[in-house]
């Protein structure tokens, strides 16, 4: 069983606690620090290099959104494996979240996610697949939509290659399913059977590594294959 080591990041203290006790049940994961604001989360991280950080939004000093960003830079200054971060966060949808998003967390996590959840959450960020509460999907996708009320596709030269193997057709049915269409309405839309939609999915899910339609549209986001 591979150890997944954890940095801690919360300013209060009883939510640190709280979150390292419930960790200590999975065999497979170790607090290895707590930290209580984000310079502090940032100096754990980079001393002690994590698998995962999993950092609260909003904290003194250096809040969580900057600290996420200086830590995922650091990830393109070297060749050392990866810190994800998973942000923490009260509510379902929270603009500083999706900043942190931008910024280069994997995902976010609710705080009063079930245990078994959220020790899912650390697992599959420290897997390197992204991590979105599936009940923030629908709010995800209406605060990253454009006045029209979609999310915008943003052009293909602006792309990264790693979404180049993905198909013209599953580019298009990925910018659907981040606006929120069923399969039902995707087949309407593109004049073909809910069948073939489901065929698509399928292969956009295994292309991308996603297990839902929570993962595939934070990947569309993330890999600018849509924008707000």
Known sequence: MTEIRVVLADDEELVRSAIALLLMAEPDITVVAEARDGDEAVTAALTLRPDVVVMDVRMPRRDGVE???LITAANDTNDLPPIRVLMLTTYKLD???LRALRAGAAGFALKDVAPRTFATAIRTVAAGEPWLDPAATRALVNEFSDRSGNPTPRPAATRGSDTENLTV????????????KSNTEIGAEIYVTEATVKTHV?????????????????YAFRNGIIHG
């Open 169 to 180: 057709r599953e580019i298009e049915v990925l910018q659907l399913i981040a606006q929120g």
């Open 202 to 218: 399928r292969s956009i899910y295994r292309k991308i590594g996603a297990r839902d339609r929570a993962q595939a549209v934070a």
């Open 95 to 97: 603009e500083a979240v």
């Open 67 to 69: 600290a996420t960003r």
